[in-house]
Each structure stands twice: as structure tokens, then as C-alpha cells.
């Protein structure tokens, strides 16, 4: 299991991924910013949720205890550990 990747949710959706990187990096070195995009919209807009990758486990549990529930560009944005995509039976 990956105990450095973490989901974040209720983004702004006019957030760039790298302002989410950027707002990470206070903690902690990122490897990796990646915000969700709903393809099937004309303009590819955001779904509100993404991912960071932290280079170690110790900068991502400081991420969700420091910034988990704080106000960044209006939103208070939820951080926790992400956990494996569910399979879908169908």
C-alpha cells in the first residue's frame, strides 16, 4: 500500500494543479499534484476532487492533520489518506 498518496476533496473548481501543489508544498515535498477532470463536459471542467502524492509518509500524515478541514480559495478542503479505486461488478 502507497501510505504517501493522499485524496483531497471539495477543491475550488478553478483550481490549478499547480496552486494544489503549491499549497501542499507548506508541509512538505510533493512528487505529485493531480486534480480530476469530467471529460465528458465541453470545457473538461473539474470535478472538485484530486490527488497528492508526498515524497514520504511522514509529510503526508502532517498534510492530513494540518491541512485537513483548512479555507484555500474558499473551499474547506478535505485531505485524507486515499484509498484504493473500488471495483465495479458489471
Request: charged share 30%; aromatic share 10%; proline share 1%.
Amino acid at each position: 500500500m502507497d501510505n504517501t498518496k493522499l485524496y483531497v476533496g471539495n477543491l475550488s473548481y478553478d483550481m490549478t494543479e499547480q496552486e494544489l501543489k503549491k499549497y501542499f508544498e507548506s508541509v512538505g515535498e510533493v512528487t505529485h499534484a493531480k486534480i480530476i477532470f469530467d471529460e465528458s463536459t465541453s470545457n473538461k471542467r473539474s470535478k472538485g476532487f484530486g490527488f497528492i502524492e508526498m515524497s514520504n509518509e511522514e509529510n503526508a500524515k502532517q498534510a492530513i492533520e494540518k491541512l485537513n478541514g483548512t479555507e484555500f480559495m474558499g473551499r474547506n478542503i478535505i485531505v485524507s489518506a486515499a484509498r484504493p479505486r473500488a471495483k465495479k461488478d458489471y
